[in-house]
């Protein structure tokens, strides 16, 4: 009952998170934008569509239960939540799922942005582990974890790129 409830929650936001990043790349397109990346942002729907698909079958087909680490991933879990608000507010009209930039935009360095270049991976790639490890999918959070990397290994050099190009970014993350 936990693990539904906890699907569907997550279920909820995700979907939520879509319908804002569309609006921003709406915003972001008319103001300019340019997008990067279209060749691999399906491939990057479907590993974390699949996550969920595979956590679920992990958890019913072999019969998983919460995990006695429970308290551990599960405030791990709300504080990766609070990252990823933190994120998505700091970047306000210019957060999306994509990598859309608006060339000669303002580079942003506040909230997470001030420590990190990169927050949201460092988010995501938690979040696979926890919610896998939550529930005792140990072959999920491997497989998953394995499959962001690779991932990763594509998209931060297309969105450091993207950024470098069409922002001072080179500038404002010197050294970081």
Known sequence: MIFAILIILIAIQRLVELYIAKQNEKQLKAAGAVEYGESHYRWMVLMHLSFFIVLIIEVIVLDRNMSGLWP?????????????????????????????????????????????????????????????????????????????VWMMTVRIPLEEKALKEHTEYSTVFKGK
């Open 72 to 148: 551990i991933w599960l405030t791990l879990f709300l504080i990766a939540q609070s990252g990823r608000i933190w994120v998505i507010r700091s970047l306000g009209k210019h957060w999306n799922t994509k990598i859309i930039v608006v060339p000669d935009a303002d580079v942003v360095i506040k909230g997470p942005y001030k420590y990190f270049k990169h927050p949201n991976y460092i988010i995501v790639a938690t979040e696979i582990l926890v919610i896998s490890l939550l529930f005792n999918a140990y072959y999920t959070a491997i497989i998953f974890s394995l499959l962001n």
